[in-house]
């Protein structure tokens, strides 16, 4: 019995897939860090770079070179031995990402994903999933009713 052939998807498709990702790939590290600025203001007044290198796993180099990155795109401010702060534009970003987040938590813990496993899966899913696919997951929420 011969072996079956894989089906190829249409290469205009999955070129615009993998352009996608691409995409997705350079806003994920300005939104993790955009939101994680903002919850560090929340919980302590203020950002350090010390606490990004913590709490994301990297060096301090960098989070000093991301956060070069992020005033030249406009998202944060940052003054020598001060703390980093969010620009307009930089809340605005957190603020969303924070919604989406939220959302892909919540779906994932009503299909039955454990809390902590639905956070950090979330963490990699929020980034690469389509608004369609966020208006579904907001509406299966929603025809769900409170959990």
Do not use: W
Request: glycine share 6%.
């Amino acid at each position: 019995m011969a072996a079956r052939r894989p089906h190829l998807v249409d290469p205009a498709l999955q070129a615009a897939s993998f352009d996608r990702i691409r995409t997705d790939h350079r806003s994920e590290i300005a939104e993790d860090y955009v939101e994680l600025i903002a919850d560090l203001i929340a919980a302590k007044g203020e950002a350090r770079a010390v606490d990004l290198a913590d709490r994301l796993g990297v060096s301090h180099a960098t989070v000093n070179n991301t956060v070069s990155r992020l005033v030249r795109d406009g998202l944060v401010a940052t003054e020598p031995y001060r703390s980093i702060f969010l620009t307009e534009s930089g809340r605005e970003l957190a603020e969303m990402a924070k919604r989406r987040h939220k959302l892909v938590v919540d779906f994932l813990e009503a299909i039955g994903v454990p809390a902590a496993i639905a956070h950090q899966d979330a963490e990699g899913i929020e980034h690469h999933v389509s608004d369609e696919t966020l208006g579904c997951m907001e509406q299966f929420l929603a025809d769900r009713g409170p959990a």
